[in-house]
Every structure is written in structure tokens, then in C-alpha cells.
């Protein structure tokens, strides 16, 4: 319950109200506000009995009026349905005279062997007026996703100038930004194939951080991280006692882990008893540096800055502040 909470208070919800209103305004303007009508179809649209009722009235109608023109009209208005509809027409006259049909089917014949009227797939009007409305759609729904992206700038800009208050994930982030990072050449090690600084900070309480590791080819090797692993005491924010930081190598089936606990925790059986399952038990102090190997990979741990937290739980029970170096290098032999 407690996670939900804190994970409710973190979802930035004038983002979220304006995602939902650019979707119901989207809904609206494609189903009633601007909906897609078709003007002036063509019979090329309809079904293929419908189709061959179609032509059926046209061959009345040619049987009457005698007009070529408007016989090849009315053969083109079927688009590519039209032989398939003169065929069935063929096989099945009904009441109309075969040789009005067969007269009928000479005059297209006639027409389409000299090259003067191929059918095609649709009407012009009801492209036209279909492809306007998918312009009309599309603009509105562009329109609505750059209002609703300019509303999330705002937010993000006015809110954290506004407010004036530093979140303990920005807090975390300005900490892991300024602090060195270790000069591994400098000590006759190789540099490492990715370096990071990670910090956990009081207050939060969504803390897991991982990284990927790759080649300088692009080539996926495996990840790491650091989350949080036990807590103490009730109430918000969370106590954080004990952090865990894993290893995971594609080349290796299982993922290394360790788990960093506070003095308290380590010297507390039961809740050493919970955290061992999870991994090696590691004392974290100011300095301290804890090595993790898989098959292929080492990953260098340095406890870079340690503050335990002040209150009514027991002393150094759990951590106001930490910052973890996190290096990885390939494992040789």
C-alpha cells in the first residue's frame, strides 16, 4: 500500500488530464465534430450483389437511351467490380434479353479495345471529400498533441520554478552529477567499459536505478543496477535499511548479487535472516568497496559518500543519503 502511494504521489497528473483530454477531444472531432461522410460515391464502394444490380439497371438503361457514353460511364462508376458483376449479369439474365446484355458487353469491349475507358477503383468525389476529412483529422489531432506537449513544458517549467522545491530524486541526481569519479588509469587499471554514480536520497522511496552494458561496437553484454532492498519503521517516507546491487551477464545463467545493509541491519538476525536469500551480506562504511563477478564480467562497487539518517530509530538503522561508484570491466580469465 505504501508503494502504491508513493508511486500515486510521483505520476504527474496535469500531464495525464491533458493526455486524456487530447484523446476525448480526438474522439470528438473524428466521430462529431468533423466524422468521415461519403459525398458522391461511386458503385465501386458497394457490394458485389449490389454491384451486379447496379449493372443491371445500366444495361436497361442502354437497352432504352442506346448511349455508349453513358453505357462506359456507368461500366467505369463499378471500378474493378465491373467484369465480375457482367459476368454473373452473362450467367444469369433474369428477365433482361441476352442480346441487350451481349449488345451491352460489345459496347465496352468495343471502347476498351481501342484504349478509351479502362475502369478504375474509385470515385474522384469521394476521394477528394474522404481524403479532406483524413486532413481535417489529422491537423486536429496534431493540433491537440502540440497544445497538449506545450501544457507538459509548462508544467515542467512553472511547476519546478514555482514550487521551489527540490524533489529528493532531483536532489539525488545534482549529488551523483558533482561528485568525482574515480581516475581507475591513474591507478594502473584499465579504464572500465561503463562508469556510473548513483544515488539514493530520504524520500525516495521509487529508488532503482540499472544501466546497460555495452561495447564500443554497440554489442549488448548484460546490465546492472542498484534498488532498494528492506526497510524499516513505518510511516513516510521509507527507512531505506538495505540496498541491493545486481550484476546480470548474458553469458552467465544466474545474475550476481549483492545486498549493502546499514550497521544496524547487519548486526540485526532477523533481518539478516530475510536479506541473506537475496544474496551476500555486505556492511556498507564510507569507502568500502564491494566486487561482483559473472562469467565474463567484474563490477567494482565504491561507496563514494554515506550519511545515516537522525531520528527515533535506532542509530545508523538507516540512510539519509549514499552514493555509489559503479564500474564494470571484462573479466579476464
Do not use: C
Not at 545486498?259 to 556492511?283: C, F, W
Amino acid at each position: 500500500m505504501d508503494f502504491i502511494v508513493a508511486l500515486l504521489k510521483k505520476l504527474p497528473i496535469i500531464p495525464i488530464a491533458l493526455g486524456i483530454g487530447g484523446v476525448i477531444l480526438g474522439l470528438l472531432i473524428g466521430w462529431v465534430i468533423a466524422p468521415v461522410e461519403f459525398v458522391d460515391a461511386t458503385p465501386s464502394y458497394l457490394r458485389a450483389d449490389l454491384q451486379e444490380d447496379y449493372l443491371r439497371m445500366a444495361i436497361d438503361s442502354y437497352r432504352l437511351n442506346q448511349s455508349q457514353d453513358l453505357a462506359v460511364q456507368r461500366w467505369q462508376n463499378l471500378g474493378l467490380g465491373a467484369q465480375a458483376a457482367f459476368t454473373a449479369v452473362q450467367a444469369n439474365p433474369g428477365t433482361q434479353d441476352p442480346a441487350v446484355i451481349k449488345a451491352y458487353g460489345d459496347v465496352i469491349t468495343g471502347v476498351l479495345s481501342a484504349g478509351g475507358g479502362q475502369p478504375t477503383d474509385a470515385g474522384g468525389s469521394a476521394g477528394s471529400s474522404t481524403m479532406r476529412n483524413a486532413i481535417i483529422i489529422f491537423g486536429s489531432v496534431l493540433v491537440v498533441g502540440v497544445l497538449g506537449a506545450a501544457g507538459f513544458y509548462l508544467y515542467r517549467l512553472l511547476g519546478n520554478r514555482g514550487s521551489g522545491e527540490v524533489t529528493p530524486t532531483m536532489q539525488a541526481v545534482e549529488i551523483s552529477k558533482n561528485a568525482e569519479k574515480t581516475n581507475f588509469e591513474s591507478l594502473g587499471l584499465a579504464p572500465p567499459i561503463t562508469q556510473t554514480m548513483t544515488t539514493y536520497v530520504l524520500g525516495d522511496d521509487l529508488y532503482d536505478e540499472s544501466f546497460s552494458i555495452d561495447t564500443q561496437a554497440g554489442e549488448f553484454m548484460g546490465e546492472y543496477g542498484v534498488g532498494v532492498s528492506e526497510a524499516i519503521g513505518v510511516g513516510e517516507p521509507k527507512k531505506v535499511t538495505a540496498l541491493e546491487i545486481w550484476l546480470f551477464d548474458k553469458n552467465d545463467i544466474k545474475t550476481a548479487t549483492k545486498v549493502l545493509m546499514s550497521q544496524h541491519a547487519y548486526n540485526d538476525p532477523g533481518i539478516r535472516s530475510r536479506l541473506e536469500p537475496k544474496g551476500e551480506l555486505v556492511v556498507v562504511t564510507p569507502q568500502a568497496q564491494i566486487l561482483l563477478e559473472t562469467a565474463t564480467l567484474q563490477l567494482l562497487a565504491t561507496v563514494v559518500d554515506l550519511e545515516y539518517g537522525r531520528g527515533p530509530l535506532p542509530a545508523d538503522s538507516y540512510f539519509e543519503r549514499i552514493t555509489l561508484e559503479l564500474a564494470i570491466w571484462p573479466r579476464q580469465g
